[in-house]
Nanobody, 115 residues
């Protein structure tokens, strides 16, 4: 029943790196957008990065230059390489997929940046 499988979250020190992975079920067809959102306690959920259609990417200003989004169409997966992590990056990160039919959300993976 799980449509999106997330991995890669964890605890890292400031300045460190993490790589988030999201594998979409092959039952999900006609994917238009893949990406990541995040939501910290008491805050609104915000877009972190997304990749659209032919490969155009969008990044939140707060992560631009530090995070890199990529995809592997053969594996129906998207990856978020997070470098130079800051405490303010601490959040629950949610994979999302938009298909031609509906949206899908991952269960969320915790990223904690702390010394």
């Amino acid at each position: 029943q799980v449509q999106l499988v997330e991995s890669g979250g964890g605890l890292v020190q400031p300045g460190g790196s993490l790589r988030l992975s999201c594998e979409a079920s092959r039952n999900i067809l006609r994917i238009i957008v893949m990406g990541w959102y995040r939501q910290a306690p008491g805050k609104e959920r915000e877009l972190v990065a997304q990749i659209i259609g032919g490969g155009r990417t969008n990044y939140a200003d707060s992560v631009k230059g530090r995070f890199t989004l990529s995809r592997d169409n053969a594996k129906n997966s998207v990856y978020l390489q997070m470098n130079s992590l800051k405490p303010e990056d601490t959040s629950v990160y949610y994979c999302y997929v938009q298909s031609s039919v509906r949206d899908y959300w991952g269960q969320g993976t915790q990223v904690t940046v702390s010394s």
